[in-house]
């Protein structure tokens, strides 16, 4: 007889869609907090300074005739949508992964 408790088994789908709701919550829902923790603040952070290129671009989309062209916050405006898609992927990729490595018993 042994005493470990059953693994809970971790639904892949759900760590998935979690994850592409918000980076870090798939992490939550398969027992990582601390890498969680750390995608969750690096989306924040992505978000947080994405804002303004954001503003810029979205006024020049919608009101060209008003809107200063600034260039380097359409190129800061990119960088933040590849910075936030491949923090999206990796995360969606990790819950995924992580989920099916605890239902397999190798986590």
Do not use: H
Not at 6 to 25: E, T
């Amino acid at each position: 007889m042994t005493d470990e408790a059953p693994v809970k088994k971790k639904s892949p789908l759900i760590a998935l869609v979690l994850s592409g709701f918000v980076p870090g919550l798939g992490q939550l829902y398969t027992r990582q907090p601390l890498k969680g923790i750390i995608l969750l603040v690096l989306y924040i952070g992505i978000t947080v300074l994405g804002f303004e290129p954001f503003q810029t671009v979205f006024q020049a989309v919608t009101a060209p005739e008003t809107a200063v062209q600034d260039q380097e916050a359409f190129i800061l405006f990119f960088v933040y949508t590849m910075a936030t898609l491949v923090l999206l992927l990796y995360a969606m990729f990790d819950a995924f992964s992580r989920a099916n490595k605890i239902n397999s018993g190798a986590a």
